[in-house]
């Protein structure tokens, strides 16, 4: 057990700032274009003469947070005569791919 977590150990020392910066991009930075996208809202809001997002939270800032939970429980509509394995594959390995190339 000792060994394990001497490894362990290790590998952090040695991989830190690839793990911080790995957890940056897949933790802050899509927290980040959230509200980029609801400034941009906003904006577009306020050039139509209209409130925008308000709803959600002081002034619409959880607008961001309640479109990523709308998203995450929209029901998957999967043809019959479709692959079920690569019609859910397919967006996983696109978004895993983008991620990769950040």
Same mark, same amino acid.
């Given at each position: 057990?000792?060994?394990?977590?001497?490894?362990?150990?290790?590998?952090?020392? !040695?991989?830190? &700032?690839?793990? =911080?910066?790995? /957890?940056?991009?897949?933790?802050?930075? @899509?927290?980040?274009?959230?509200?980029? +996208?609801?400034?941009?809202?906003?904006?577009?809001?306020?050039?139509?003469?209209?409130?925008?997002?308000?709803?959600?939270?002081?002034?619409?800032?959880? !607008?961001?947070? &309640?479109?990523? =939970?709308?998203? /995450?429980?929209?029901?998957?509509?999967? @043809?019959?005569?479709?692959?079920?394995? +690569?019609?859910?594959?397919?967006?996983?390995?696109?978004?895993?791919?983008?991620?990769?190339?950040?």
């Amino acid at each position: 057990m000792q060994e394990v977590t001497q490894a362990t150990i290790e590998f952090v020392k !040695q991989y830190w &700032a690839p793990l =911080v910066c790995g /957890l940056a991009i897949v933790a802050v930075l @899509p927290l980040i274009v959230g509200y980029v +996208v609801l400034v941009e809202r906003k904006i577009m809001a306020d050039m139509q003469a209209r409130l925008g997002p308000m709803r959600v939270g002081p002034h619409g800032l959880l !607008q961001p947070i &309640a479109d990523a =939970v709308k998203l /995450l429980i929209k029901e998957d509509i999967i @043809p019959d005569d479709a692959d079920k394995l +690569v019609f859910w594959l397919a967006p996983v390995l696109s978004v895993g791919a983008a991620l990769l190339a950040i």
